[in-house]
């Protein structure tokens, strides 16, 4: 059982992924229409990676006997000036998901609710590690600049990335 207070602030939580999901698609897809499919692949599978993290905390609501109610979700950002921004755009956004997290984990201490604080650490690690892979292909971005034989290297890295089927929930 959770208290009405940490039910709410999980279910804003709900919007929050979603819309990353929505995000990050919409970059996948202005990608897309630019060739740069390495970069469509990239933001494709944090889409996913992010409805991943959306069925986790619906599940987890779910699991506490707590109501779902689908949040309206707002229509995406869809033309980016380069790669570059987008990358400094899906920086700036991880960031705001680490406060998120993070005032989430101060809202389940206030209630002393181990529970959901154990089921929230998940998160605390993912953003380090989101953040840091974000910030790493940034750098590489910044370096290059305008350069299109950096931007062509940096496309075929990014077409490796791949999904990699969560074994906790069945999608
Ligand atoms: Fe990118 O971590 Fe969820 O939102």
Redesign the pocket.
Known sequence: MITKKVADALRNQLK??LE?SYLYLSMSAWAAGKGLKGFSNWFYV?AK??MY?FFKFYHYLLDQGEKVELPAVAKPKSEFSSPLEAMRETLQH?QF?TKSINELVDVALSEKDHATNAFLQW?IS??VE?EASVGEILDQLELIGENGNGIFMIDKELGQRTFVTPTDLAL
């Open positions: 929050n992924e990353s944090q990676e992010e993290h991880e998901i998160f993912e953003q989101e």
